[in-house]
């Protein structure tokens, strides 16, 4: 600061008695005057108005007031104020020639009621919430659901074979799954792709014999016969769960194809081309002597080379 103005470390008197040493100097944001000096007398900090000095010399202050006086100015309260390095106060340093930093100002009087408004704004969310959670939280546990349930493994009819019209190509089987819980219903329309494979493919699809299905406790749900020509895949695509048709490619011939991301899978269900980590995923299928076709729709977790069973 400036020769004229109170300089923090400056030495104070009381009608020519040393009673301490300036602390802090306080502006008023609005004047952009000095308002107030701090006071260091003996350990206490007292906030005395810049009306009380008297004289200022380079390192030294003369309050008109006499020592016994300083106990009367108010303590000084640091956390109601605020640096100029914490507040943008336009020109404030410059006016009075501090260094950034130096000059204190009053907390503004808005934000010193935040903590009081927090709390009722919290008192206020948390009323919200306790109203609120009887209504989301059958939506939010029908969410969570998938987290928490057993696997779903009910058998779906899914159609008849009598759908399919040629070995080794791709037919699509639309059912609906009704899925309900104590409070809701939801009805989800999904698929599954079933073939009938040519003894080619179906070696292909069972390269190591019978496949096994299992439930969340490792039990054994179903077997897929390997000699059983009928073989049912997900509807979703393994890389991150559209769906995929049957379609027919330029130089592949036939294929299953996931308009996504152009992944390109073969009758057997193996990777021809694209982001896809894994083949088509099989079903548990049972095709009754008249030619329905169940499966368990399986969920796996999409993106893993490997099958992570989800529901
Ligand atoms: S979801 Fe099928 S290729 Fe990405």
């Known amino acids: 600061m400036a020769v004229g103005q109170p300089k923090i470390k400056a030495r104070v008197r009381c009608l020519g008695r040393p009673v301490g040493e300036i602390s802090h100097v306080i502006a008023d944001p609005l004047t952009l005057e000095v308002s107030h000096i701090v006071v260091s007398v003996n350990g206490t900090e007292r906030q005395v108005p810049a009306s009380e000095i008297a004289a200022l010399e380079n390192d030294a202050v003369d309050l008109q007031c006499d020592s016994g006086q300083m106990t009367g100015f108010p303590a000084f309260k640091r956390e109601d104020f605020l640096t100029s390095k914490e507040v943008e106060v336009p020109h404030l340093e410059q006016r009075i020639q501090a260094e950034p930093g130096d000059v204190l100002v009053p907390f503004p009087e808005l934000e010193k009621s935040i903590p009081r408004r927090n709390f009722f704004a919290g008192f206020i969310y948390m009323l919200a919430g306790l109203i609120g959670l009887p209504m989301v939280w059958p939506v939010l546990r029908f969410i969570m659901k998938p987290m928490y349930a057993p696997f779903d493994n009910r058998w779906w009819q899914i159609g008849n074979i009598g759908h399919i019209k040629a070995e080794d190509v791709g037919t699509q089987f639309k059912f609906n799954k009704l899925i309900r819980d104590s409070v809701l219903q939801i009805n989800l329309d999904t698929n599954a792709w079933v073939i009938k494979a040519s003894p080619a493919t179906l070696g292909k699809i069972y390269t190591h014999g019978d ?5 969340e406790k490792g039990n054994v749900l179903w077997v897929n016969d ?18 995929y048709k049957w379609r027919s490619h330029r130089t592949l011939g036939q294929v299953f194809l996931c308009p996504c991301h152009l992944s390109v899978y073969d009758v057997t269900g193996a990777v021809l081309d694209g982001p896809a980590p894994r083949p088509l995923d ?17 969920q796996y977790k999409a993106g893993k080379k490997e099958q992570i069973r989800i529901a």
Do not use: N
């Open 211 to 215: 496949r096994t299905f299992t439930d």
């Open 226 to 243: 390997a000699r059983i020509p009928y073989v049912a895949y997900s509807g979703k695509c393994p890389h991150l769960g559209c769906g």
């Open 282 to 298: 099989v079903l548990p299928i049972k095709v009754s002597p008249a030619g329905d076709v169940e499966v368990i729709d399986i």
